[in-house]
């Protein structure tokens, strides 16, 4: 089975194809960067996009996930010429706002921050905060998440380069 | 060398160069060091509940790595958690080192690194206290070594360089400079510790210390690049899964590995009646495989939730008395008396990383990477799982994504190395999310009986806090004050009162109990200051004037006003507010640091809402105040979910909850918004990790109060 995740092509075994995409990301391909928090698509802490769209890989079969185009944590910032990274808006507005602790939430709340601006980009506040609201945060950096959300649309609304 | 001091360390250049650290040849630093240490062991004993710090290694190449790169290391015996614990202390480091911030990186030292092993814990809101002095001495030593030498090979007097910027410059002559890398690159021979002592900046000097530096951690953890213990890999890494037990207190009367073997994927069974487990190719073929191991096991305990809160009831005249001043007797037996009870509930830690583990089992040696609290006490309790010395163990801790206390006693990490040893490959060990709410230890339950007396003057004459709580360092209970001071952390009465009497029950209960982020201290502060405030309403008086009338004697007594001023007239309070909402105030005292906190809550049908919270705090020097900040946040956060909504309950001897549809934490969207304000203080660091969490419960069930008139005693706040 192939596997479409960061622009890369991934090649992983067709065994159970019901197998959740969160295991075969971190233990089959190594991509860790997605987490694990409850594998009961509660807390939010392994989400990727599936075609852009904010998705509980603990709760996405790999092979349903083979027909999409995944994106990880590892594939939101951009590779420049030079090698180095181009972070995504909601990255720098996160790293701005001095965001997480201990940040195991936080590709997640990236993650799903990141889909809903690329679909919503004219969204409210209001609706940026509620689409933020079914992500857990234990060390409790919610203060710090509401702010750095909106940073976020604030940086993805200007003009490329203009950042 | 021909002074008598400092000694020459017997190691070469090369050795240095590479990073291997020094085991022999102490550096005779002339600081004194020794009485303040002993002093804040005691007072962290006393005051945080924190276990002792240990000695902290004077010699600066066990703290630091300079590289002929220009980079310089940090290698720390503290675990990041998320309390940015590496940036304030690469802070500290750099303040007497003086690097540019860049090149500074910050590693976690490994158990082999050369700090005592005690010293490897991150416990009691004492990281930043307990290091302020050991690693600024060490920075500064370091620092003059290499102006020492920087002079040498700039064929100058070390009094006529400079150092900054990571540069040693000639004073008159700034264009005739060396960077500490091109100084380390062109050293000949071994690095002698200079004979200088060393003369600490003072605060109007700080160069990094008090500023809001940006945290080291967030290049790695924004990219998913950061490694934590559930996500460190091997070649030929295999996974484990292990047999847990039905119900609380069942052991393991006869194991057989029964079919296991023969399943597919796995490469190794353990079944004795200490253990019993399977690693196989894949995490899912393990777990599937327990099932094929022949497994009997006790009854354990079929516990009840009623049975275990009758247990945790303070029984008259039981505890151990904690505090003693006057005599409370005759004035609680007078008239004009209040008596109040408080229940806490038991709570999981809820960090969103499972416990997790990867160990390497070999033939000269153990390896082990794990989220852990404490490196210094897993490597011995990993030597004794597989039966090897102490010094074969190498345990690194990893990032941990989050602990609140849980990470201290990793068990996962034994049945890694187990499974290793039988496997003679590298195994990993995770908990699922169910194992982790069910095979962990929780925060005890507690029960506290105040009373108090009012004067005719509308002042406290006498009060008395009894308390019972589960045990928190069970070992300890008995051993020290005959109490377990992790249960009554926050627990004594610091207002100025002529006769207070505290005592404290611990009780041993058939559920793994222990150390929960500030320990007792949410539980006590809830109880004391709700009362507080049930004896102001008696008293007839404001909350705020009725704790400014209290206020403890001495310069804490200035510290406790100080903040109740900062806090009150911040968040306005007395002032009128949007109809509906009412304010309520709470402050403590705990790991040295004072905090007064004022809740902004409002109460539709039976649900209470959180709208603002507003903290003064004086925490002594403010190593990073952003960082301060988000610590204070965090726990307000955590405070709030544990007040509305956290609650363990057991039936037929297991935790209710196995995952977060029983257990549900705080969302973005019930998030007050915060405020925080730092008030100027001591001139050493005290305590801020588990400090600003103490007042919270009380300064929400007290603006409850405020708004509903329900006086609600027990944790989770239930309106009626």
Redesign the interface.
Known sequence: MQLNINGGTFEVADG?GL?PLL?VL??EL???????????G??G?CTVHLDGVAARSCQTPVAQAARASIR???G??QVQPDGS?R?HAV?QA??DE?V????????GQ?MTCAAFLEQNPAASEAQL??A???????????????KGVVRAAQLAAQPAGTA | MNAPTPRKWKFSRRKLLIGLGVTGGALAVGLPLALPFARLKIAGMLDSASAPAGTMPKDPFVWFEVTPQNRVRLYLPKAE????VHTALAQIAAEELRPAWEQLEVLNASTARGFEMGTMLVAGSSVVSSLYNPLRAAGAALRLMLEEEGARQLGVAPEQVTVTGGVVAVAADPARALTFGQIVGAKQGAWVASKQVPQLREPAQFEFIGKPM??V??AA????????G??V?LPNMA?GAVARPPRMGAKLLSAAPGTARNQPGVVAVVATTEFAGVAAE???QAVAALDALQLQWSEGDAVEQEAMEALVTVQPGAGTVLQSVGSVAAPLAAANTLRAEYRTPFAAH?????LAALAHVLPDKVQVWCSTQSAGSLRADVAKAVGRRAAEVEVTAT??????GRKLNVDVALDAARLSAAALRPVHV?Y??AEDFQHGFFRPPTHHVLQGALDGNGRIAAISHAQASGNVFPALVGRLLGADFGAYRGGLVRYNIPNRHVTSQPVALPVPTGSWRGLGLLANVFAVESFMDELALAAGSDALEFRLQHLPEGSLGERYKAALLAAAGRAGWGRALPAGHAHGLACSLDAGTVVAQVAEVSVQGARVQVHRFTSAVDCGVLVNP?IAA?QT??????GI?STLLEEITFSGGQAQAT???RYP?????D?P??ETVFLQGADVPHGMGEPPLGPVAAAVANAVFACSGQRLRSLPLKLA
């Not at chain 2, 946040?633 to 955590?638: A, K, L, N």
């Not at chain 2, 934490?665 to 969207?669: D, Y």
Request: with cysteine; charged share 20%.
């Open positions: 159970d197998r295991w971190r233990d190594g991509l860790t960067g997605t987490k694990y928090g409850c594998g009961a509660i807390c802490a990880t944590i590892e939101l910032a990274l972070l990255q996160f790293t001095q997480p602790q201990c940040s195991w939430c936080m590709s990236m905060l509620d933020m609201q079914n992500n857990y945060c234990r060390c409790g950096c919610y203060a710090r998440i509401r | 958690i998320g309390q940015g940006p945290r951690d967030f953890k924004i990219t998913g690049a950061a490694q934590y559930l996500d890999r996974y894949t995490r899912a809820a960090h969103l990383e499972p990032y941990l994504g989050g602990s609140f995770s699922t999310r952003d988000a946040e965090g726990s307000i956060m955590m979910s995952n977060f549809d934490l705080l969302r973005l969207g998030a918004l915060v």
